[in-house]
T-cell receptor, first 113, second 113 residues
Framework: DAGITQSPRYKITETGRQVTLMCHQTWSHSYMFWYRQDLGHGLRLIYYSAAADITDKGEVPDGYVVSRSKTENFPLTLESATRSQTSVYFC????????????FGPGTRLTVT | GENVEQHPSTLSVQEGDSAVIKCTYSDSASNYFPWYKQELGKRPQLIIDIRSNVGEKKDQRIAVTLNKTAKHFSLHITETQPEDSAVYFCAASAPGNTGKLIFGQGTTLQVKP
C-alpha cells in the first residue's frame, strides 16, 4: 500500500480557485485512475490513463483536467473549484488493463467553501 | 452505459451470522468482478475477485458466486465478526481492455457483537 501515495491528504479551498491533487506510485503500473467518492454514489471514475501521455474520460470528467507526463505521476487539477466538487478523491493504479486489481491510494479530502 | 446495482445499501447482522450482498451488472461483456472492503476513513482494498470463467470462489470465510446468464454476482461472508463491519463495494469490468471498473453504490455492513 505504501507504493501509491496522494497529496495533500486534506485541502480546503475557495470557490473559483485552481487546485491540484497529486498521485504518485512506485510500482511502474501502466494504468492509473482518479475516482471521487460521495455518500450515496459509491466510487465514480473521473479520468483514467493507460500509460504516460494517454488519458481518457471516465463517468464524471467535467471540471477536471489530468496529465500524465511520467508513468509514476497522475495529477488531477480542478481548474475552477465549485462546491459540488467537495468530495473524497481516490487515486488508484493497476499493473495493466483487463482483469487486474486496482490498488487505491489513501485519499484526499477536499472541501470547497 | 454500463451500470452496476448493489443491494442492500445497509445490512445489520449478529456476530456469527452470515451476510449476503448482491450485485447485478448491465453489460454482458463484463468479465471481471472484484469486491472491495472499505473501513471507515480508509482506502478501499480488494478482498476477493472472480472472473467470468468461474462460477464460485472461496477464501476462508468469504465467497463470491457469479451467474453470467442472469448477470448477477454475490458476496457471502460466513461467521461474521465485528471486524467485518465496513462498506463493501462490488464492481464489474467495463467492456474492452480499458482497465475500467464500474462500481456499485456500496453496502454498509454492521456486525453486532
Amino acid at each position: 500500500d505504501a507504493g501509491i501515495t496522494q497529496s495533500p491528504r486534506y485541502k480546503i479551498t475557495e470557490t473559483g480557485r485552481q487546485v491540484t491533487l497529486m498521485c504518485h506510485q512506485t510500482w511502474s503500473h501502466s494504468y492509473m485512475f482518479w475516482y471521487r467518492q460521495d455518500l450515496g454514489h459509491g466510487l465514480r471514475l473521473i479520468y483514467y490513463s493507460a500509460a504516460a501521455d494517454i488519458t481518457d474520460k471516465g463517468e464524471v470528467p467535467d471540471g477536471y483536467v489530468v496529465s500524465r507526463s511520467k508513468t509514476e505521476n497522475f495529477p488531477l487539477t480542478l481548474e475552477s473549484a465549485t462546491r459540488s466538487q467537495t468530495s473524497v478523491y481516490f487515486c488508484a493504479s493497476s499493473v495493466q488493463g483487463g482483469n487486474y486489481e486496482q490498488y487505491f491510494g489513501p485519499g484526499t479530502r477536499l472541501t470547497v467553501t | 452505459g454500463e451500470n452496476v446495482e448493489q443491494h442492500p445499501s445497509t445490512l445489520s447482522v449478529q456476530e456469527g451470522d452470515s451476510a449476503v450482498i448482491k450485485c447485478t451488472y448491465s453489460d454482458s461483456a463484463s468479465n471481471y468482478f472484484p469486491w472491495y472492503k472499505q473501513e471507515l476513513g480508509k482506502r478501499p482494498q480488494l478482498i476477493i475477485d472472480i472472473r467470468s470463467n468461474v462460477g464460485e470462489k472461496k477464501d476462508q470465510r468469504i465467497a463470491v458466486t457469479l451467474n453470467k446468464t442472469a448477470k448477477h454476482f454475490s458476496l457471502h461472508i460466513t461467521e461474521t465478526q465485528p471486524e467485518d463491519s465496513a462498506v463493501y463495494f462490488c464492481a464489474a469490468s467495463a467492456p474492452g481492455n480499458t482497465g475500467k471498473l464500474i462500481f456499485g453504490q456500496g453496502t454498509t455492513l454492521q456486525v453486532k457483537p
